[in-house]
């Protein structure tokens, strides 16, 4: 396959895209997503927790 784009595309232009997909797939994607979960989820599993937490307390009183 990669052949086949190096006929069409020059092969550092290959390369690079080659490394920019993988950079994005191991290094920043996986970054990303773990600031969407603590900007968006935590806060909500955070209170979520601490609803459970309180009402074992109360369910054990």
Known sequence: MLNHLSDIA???AVAAAVLWAGANYLVIGPEVAA???RADHMPACEARHNEWALQAAQDKA
């Open 35 to 37: 600031r969407v979960v």
């Open 10 to 12: 020059p092969k550092a």
